[in-house]
């Protein structure tokens, strides 16, 4: 019997553990997707108390909590802190097989070095001692412990970035902090509010907003405000991919009706995303951006918690709609414009691998490396068999050593023990490829793989290599 999460975890042959610990482990994270604060880096924030950073807004824990019966007032609700704190503890050991459990457990031994097993008995002795740790252990250090190269922040388009702005003047901090792109609710004129925010748009870009020609216009000022702050990529999150094309008059009607609140249809709401979404890409790819499409989601399943706690609170799923002929249409709209950017796609159904990874092989470039493909096992994905399941498809139908590998798209300082996660398991493939005789025994060569997929890829896609 193994031991529980020794520093072999995961690592079952002699290639995956070499991998792991000579060359995965060492290598810096480059974290171009999440949803972390840029005010709490600037701001260096101190927790007050384990329960704040382990709980404060991560839904993957709180969704667990709530499958094990615990009271809402100890997930989201008035509980104290240490209330919180024990119903996860309480909750933890029904969570076996579970990334989660796992997540959890690499957190407390790599930000606190604490290797006892959490369940309601090691509660009390747990919280005090990372409580003490966190009196010093603040956000930056964190960051620091987790040899953090660049972190891409999640950013509205209305943002002004102060910051960042911050951050980067800051020369006693060694990571670097962009922003990254979302213009989801400029794109989404089906969405509730979509008027107060074309308005709000308008007075960050300082015009009035008239027509579908000016949003494009408002759009593409603030891509060049987010490019002089540094911003290298841009990410979409779609419920499904669109495909409709319209004439301009086309859109300017659906816009206006949009604005005047009035319902629009179909054609005339997937005509006005694809337009958008096709402007959008071809200011990225003139300034050498990335654009991430996350896609795929039921959004807020839950209507009565939704009004409740809002948003990105636990209560979405997975959609089974495949857009496999939109996706192919819109990235061939892109490449015969001349407008296709560097393109990473995550689907939230793993059924979409196959799809996804061979729509990708078709719009490639030369001198690129992977240009258009599979970002990492994306949410609902982001588990063991995920991972090995999109590895196994990247594999299969493209080229694993293109790939540019793990993001944390986490709320969460302690998340980047998923890098971590995600290492163990890519070794751990390669590992078995090796010592089953489907790869040379070249050592060299595979840790320059196993290097090039934990950062090196990622660093020369984005362009921080430059």
């Known amino acids: 019997m193994k031991p529980f999460m ?3 975890f995961i690592l079952n042959t002699e290639t995956a553990k070499e ?8 290598m810096p994270i480059i974290d171009y997707h999440c949803h972390i604060e840029a005010k709490e880096i600037a701001e260096d924030r101190r927790f007050d108390n384990i329960a704040q950073v382990w709980l404060g807004g991560d839904h993957y824990k709180w969704r667990a909590m709530r499958i094990c019966g615990t009271p809402e007032r100890c997930v989201t609700g008035d509980a104290s802190d240490y209330e919180k704190w024990l119903a996860f503890c309480t909750a933890a050991p029904k969570m076996i097989g579970s990334p989660l459990y ?3 457990h690499l957190e407390l031994q790599r930000y606190f070095g604490i290797t006892d097993t959490l369940s309601e008995d090691t509660a009390e002795k747990i919280w005090n001692e990372c409580n003490e740790q966190l009196k010093t252990l603040t956000v930056r250090k964190m960051i620091e412990k987790s040899n953090v190269e660049i972190i891409c922040t999640t950013n509205d388009p209305v ?3 102060p ?4 951050i980067a003047k800051d020369t ?6 962009f922003p990254a792109f979302r213009p989801d609710k400029a794109v989404n004129i089906d969405k509730a509010g979509f008027a107060d925010y074309i308005n709000s748009l308008a007075e960050v870009w300082g015009k009035k907003i008239e027509c579908f020609a000016d949003v494009k216009s408002a759009i593409v000022s603030r891509i060049e405000y987010f490019a002089e702050n540094g911003c290298r990529a841009a990410d979409h999150g779609l419920d499904y991919v669109p495909f409709k094309l319209l004439e301009d008059a086309d859109l300017d009607v659906a816009f206006k009706k949009a604005m005047k609140g009035e319902t629009l249809a179909q054609c005339e709401i997937d005509g006005y995303k694809t337009a958008l979404i096709a402007c959008c890409a071809a200011e990225y790819a003139k300034r050498e951006w990335v654009m991430e499409l996350h896609y795929g989601v039921i959004r807020n399943t839950n209507s009565a918690m939704f009004k409740r706690l809002g948003p990105d609170t636990g209560y979405d799923a997975v959609d089974q709609h495949l857009d496999a002929a939109n996706l192919a249409y819109l990235l061939d709209l892109l490449i015969s414009n001349d407008t296709l950017p560097r393109t990473v796609i995550f689907p939230i159904d793993p059924s979409h691998n196959t799809s996804v990874e061979t729509i990708c092989g078709a719009f490639q470039a030369e001198g690129i490396k992977g240009r258009v493909q599979q970002g990492a096992a994306w949410w609902f994905n982001d588990t063991k068999a995920g991972m090995e399941a999109q590895l196994k498809a990247f594999s299969d139908l493209s080229v694993l050593g293109c790939f540019i590998g793990m993001l944390t798209d986490s709320r969460s300082f302690l998340s980047y023990t998923r890098h971590e996660y995600f290492r163990r398991i890519l070794c751990n493939y390669i590992g078995d490829l090796v010592e089953n005789g489907e790869y040379p025994a070249d050592m060299p060569r595979l840790k320059e793989i196993v290097a090039d997929i934990c950062c090196n890829n990622a660093r020369n896609y984005f362009g921080w290599n430059k």
């Open 6 to 8: 020794d520093k072999d």
């Open 19 to 26: 991998l792991f610990h000579e060359t995965a482990a060492k």
């Open 102 to 104: 796992h997540w959890a």
């Open 159 to 161: 943002e002004m970035l």
């Open 163 to 166: 910051y960042h702005k911050e």
């Open 172 to 177: 006693s901090f060694k990571t670097k902090v």
